[in-house]
């Protein structure tokens, strides 16, 4: 896809799934391997995150995959994961790699995870927060 010039430049924003401990984990894991502060985030359940989603065409209470927001573009399944991937460190940026994958395996596989995900690491009643040095970085 082609960048829409006429857009301001914003950072890209990723929308996770703010009751999953395999989600809030990956969360912090990126804040601590980002090579620069770029990504902004925010809870698919949250006000924030539910905007996003209907600007971008997919449903309200969406929660099938991570969301990441490339100005006027959003990437769900393995796209956004691996596309996230850019913005860490080496060697960590290596996985962005595996875009070139068949999408449709290498979604399958995402999807897999994602099914199994709240059977597999649980689920928090309420949404993670993020510490107050951080919560200029999380839309609300």
Same mark, same amino acid.
């Given at each position: 896809m082609? !960048?829409?010039? $006429?857009? !301001?430049?914003? &950072?890209?924003i990723l929308l996770f799934d703010g009751v999953c401990n395999l989600c809030s984990s990956a969360v912090q894991f990126i804040l601590r391997h980002e090579s620069a502060p770029t990504l902004r985030f925010a809870a698919l359940q $949250? /006000?924030?995150g539910q905007a996003l989603l209907a600007a971008h065409g997919l449903p309200p +209470? *969406?929660?099938a995959s991570l969301v990441l927001? /490339?100005?006027p573009a959003a *990437?769900? =399944? $393995? =796209? &956004?994961?691996l596309r996230t991937a850019a913005y860490l460190r080496?060697?960590?940026?290596w996985l962005a790699g595996l875009r070139a994958l068949y999408k449709p395996a290498r979604d399958a596989? *995402?999807?897999?995870?994602? %099914? %199994?995900r709240y059977r597999?690491? +649980? %689920?928090? !009643? $309420?949404?993670w927060l993020p510490t107050p040095e951080l919560s200029a970085r999380f839309l609300r």
């Open positions: 082609l !960048p829409n010039r $006429s857009l !301001p430049k914003v &950072a890209p $949250s /006000e924030a +209470g *969406y929660q927001i /490339e100005g *990437y769900t =399944d $393995s =796209d &956004a994961a080496l060697p960590w940026r596989a *995402y999807r897999f995870v994602a %099914r %199994r597999w690491f +649980g %689920r928090k !009643p $309420s949404c």
